[in-house]
Structure formats: structure tokens, C-alpha cells
């Protein structure tokens, strides 16, 4: 039998802010392909890109109705992306690909286009806004008020993380709809610890997330890490 030694991601219990055109780890993108075709897909890790591939979305019911990429485990090599030996991807139409950082502190952006248009034609472009029929999901681990805003239509909401008081399941996402003016359907939503809140888009939208008001556990942690000093040995003897 052999074990795994368990490793602490310790970047997830340091995010505050969360913003869904610096793709991070709590965070996944999910990007719906609604015709068949093909199309170029780009994954960014700052400025340089580390992942390149042609996605054929074809009308067969054999293929895959979703697909799931791990950004931080893509570009891990020391030349990055080798996008002379472009991935492919085959997707049934109208299916999705979920985009998710499942550890480290990078942040990531993706991009779409269509490939044999007279017109390159953009479908996606994280870095600046999410289009109308993608969704964009966010685990809070940290509990408190969140301030979540739509920055393309300035539609504000709270986002309430409370400490579990008895069993709950984490796998149960609330979500959230945006209309097509771009405002939030409901003004305030709660969740638990750990659980996610999906926000499904009607329009498009850039969305940001930050804690505002953390939960009083938080506060008293902060007060009791400003309290401790390190005290200097005695050398007067």
C-alpha cells in the first residue's frame, strides 16, 4: 500500500478579492460552445501564453458533453507552451469546458476564437468580460460579507459566508442569475463555509468579489497575531 503525503494549499485561505478576468484558484470559468465548428483556444498565465489548442465542436452524440482543464498544470515545463504541438479537444455542440486552477497563487486568462471565419470572431476573452451564457463560479473559504460587483453594468450585491453550525453538504452551489441588463437577480445571497456561489450570466459581465466585513473569528485572529512579539534574549550578564 503506498501513501501520499498531503500538502497544505495555502493560497486558498489568503484570497480576499476574486475577479473573474484573473482567473485564480477558488475560481472556475465555464464557457458554453453553442455551434459547431472549430475554434482556437489560448490560455494565458500573465502575459505569456502556456496552452494552445483547437477545439472541434461537432454535432455527434458520442462526444463528450463537457470537458475540464486544470490551467495549473498546464505550461509546467521551463519553455512553456510548445504551440507547435497544438492539443485538440472534440466537444459536443452546446457543451461546455470548465476552466479551474487547482492550486499556487498564478492567475490565468482564456481566450476563444473562431477558426475559418472571413473575420476572426471572438467569443471569449476572460481578461476582459465574461459573455452572455457562461457561467463563473467562486468557493469562499473564508467567512464574512463579500461586496460583489458587475463592473459592466455597476449592479452591486452582498455575498454572506457563515460559519456552519451543523452538518451541511458543500457540493450544493447557490446561483446566481444576471439579467440582461446586467443586474443581479437578488440583492444578498448566503452560503457556508466552503461552499461555492455560481454566478450564470444573461449579458456579459466582469465580476468582482471582496470581503468586506470579515467574520469576527477573522478580526480576533488579526488582533491576536498583532499582539504577539518576539522578545529578544536577555545578554546584560
Same mark, same amino acid.
Given at each position: 500500500m503506498t501513501t501520499q503525503k498531503a500538502s497544505l494549499n495555502r493560497p486558498v485561505f489568503k484570497l480576499q !478579492?476574486?475577479? &473573474?478576468?484573473? %482567473?485564480?484558484?477558488?475560481?472556475?470559468?465555464?464557457?458554453?460552445?453553442? !455551434?459547431?465548428? &472549430?475554434?482556437? %483556444?489560448f490560455v494565458r498565465r500573465g502575459e505569456r501564453v502556456v496552452h494552445r489548442a483547437t477545439v472541434n465542436v461537432v454535432r455527434e452524440t458520442c462526444a463528450p458533453h463537457q470537458i475540464d482543464v486544470d490551467m495549473a498544470v498546464l505550461g509546467s515545463a521551463e519553455k512553456g507552451c510548445e504551440c507547435g504541438k497544438r492539443e485538440g479537444y472534440t466537444l459536443r455542440e452546446g457543451g461546455v469546458m470548465c476552466f479551474f486552477v487547482s492550486r499556487g497563487s498564478a492567475r490565468f486568462r482564456v481566450s476563444v476564437q473562431q477558426i475559418g471565419a472571413k473575420e476572426k470572431r471572438t467569443l471569449l476573452d476572460s481578461a476582459s468580460s465574461i459573455p452572455a451564457g457562461d457561467l463563473f463560479a467562486v468557493t469562499l473559504v473564508l467567512p464574512g460579507v463579500y461586496r460583489v460587483v458587475n463592473t459592466e453594468s455597476k449592479a452591486e450585491m452582498t455575498v454572506e459566508v457563515e460559519m456552519p453550525s451543523g452538518p451541511y453538504r458543500m457540493d450544493q452551489p447557490t446561483?446566481?442569475?444576471?439579467?440582461?441588463?446586467?443586474?443581479f437577480g437578488s440583492r444578498r445571497a448566503s452560503i457556508m463555509l466552503g461552499q461555492s456561489v455560481v454566478f450564470r450570466c444573461g449579458a456579459q459581465a466582469r465580476i468582482r468579489l471582496e470581503l468586506v466585513k470579515p467574520h469576527d473569528i477573522l478580526q480576533k485572529r488579526e488582533q491576536e497575531k498583532r499582539r504577539f512579539t518576539i522578545r529578544k534574549p536577555d545578554t546584560s550578564d
Open positions: !478579492e476574486f475577479d &473573474s478576468s484573473n %482567473l485564480t484558484v477558488l475560481t472556475t470559468l465555464i464557457h458554453r460552445f453553442a !455551434e459547431a465548428g &472549430s475554434y482556437d %483556444l446561483v446566481v442569475e444576471i439579467g440582461r441588463t446586467g443586474k
